[in-house]
T-cell receptor, first 113, second 117 residues
Framework: AQSVTQLDSHVSVSEGTPVLLRCNYSSSYSPSLFWYVQHPNKGLQLLLKYTSAATLVKGINGFEAEFKKSETSFHLTKPSAHMSDAAEYFCVVSGTGGFKTIFGAGTRLFVKA | ETGVTQTPRHLVMGMTNKKSLKCEQHLGHNAMYWYKQSAKKPLELMFVYNFKEQTENNSVPSRFSPECPNSSHLFLHLHTLQPEDSALYLC????????????????FGNGTRLTVT
């Protein structure tokens, strides 16, 4: 069975400071992991994807995530937040053998000027 | 510009109306999805179509009826809805491997904001 937990429903940072959005997963086999971003009144957009090629994955807009198998985590980070990063972020786990894509509940990121 | 187009962007309908949501993908994918996104609730998978065949129906009420005439088009027919069905309905597509793996990223449209009065 698979599951994904986003540890914070809301995160607030100041512009120019680092961003950390936390995600833990559970999977019976090697999962694929994703982060998506959703801006108001928009659909979800892929930020980055992990598929076992490298544990540190770089995405769009300066975001990156590190896969840590021992901690079953896939946290999303960015060195310096920008006002345009304010959005909702979803961690997603997917498996093989049929449709097994699970979305986390989402983390709302607020960026203060 | 998104490769997945949803129309209309906004829809207001009464509980006795019949309406349809349309989704078209221009990415050459072979799988399409309907998701429901309600305020303060997790994203809910409704239906999955793989090569035009419905492979998932996540216990969705029969007042929602999907149709997938080809791998590029997906419809959601709405009939006798309830106010609690008001939500953002998102369509997505992806490429499913020949082994039936759904590990490719989902590509989402911008959604239809549905209000049931």
């Amino acid at each position: 069975a698979q599951s994904v937990t986003q540890l914070d429903s809301h995160v607030s940072v100041s512009e120019g400071t680092p961003v950390l959005l936390r995600c833990n997963y559970s999977s019976s086999y090697s999962p694929s992991l994703f982060w998506y971003v959703q801006h108001p009144n928009k659909g979800l957009q892929l930020l980055l994807k992990y598929t076992s090629a490298a544990t540190l994955v770089k995405g769009i807009n300066g975001f990156e995530a590190e896969f840590k198998k021992s901690e079953t985590s896939f946290h999303l980070t960015k060195p310096s937040a920008h006002m345009s990063d304010a959005a909702e972020y979803f961690c997603v786990v997917s498996g093989t053998g049929g449709f097994k894509t699970i979305f986390g509940a989402g983390t709302r990121l607020f960026v203060k000027a | 510009e998104t490769g997945v187009t949803q129309t209309p962007r906004h829809l207001v309908m009464g509980m006795t109306n019949k309406k349809s949501l349309k989704c078209e993908q221009h990415l050459g994918h072979n799988a399409m999805y309907w998701y429901k996104q309600s305020a303060k609730k997790p994203l809910e998978l409704m239906f999955v179509y793989n090569f035009k065949e419905q492979t998932e129906n996540n216990s969705v009420p029969s007042r929602f009826s999907p149709e997938c005439p080809n791998s590029s088009h997906l419809f959601l027919h709405l009939h006798t809805l309830q106010p609690e069905d008001s939500a953002l309905y998102l369509c997505a597509s992806s490429q499913v491997s020949g082994m039936g793996s759904y590990n490719s990223p989902l590509h989402f449209g911008n959604g239809t904001r549905l209000t049931v009065t």
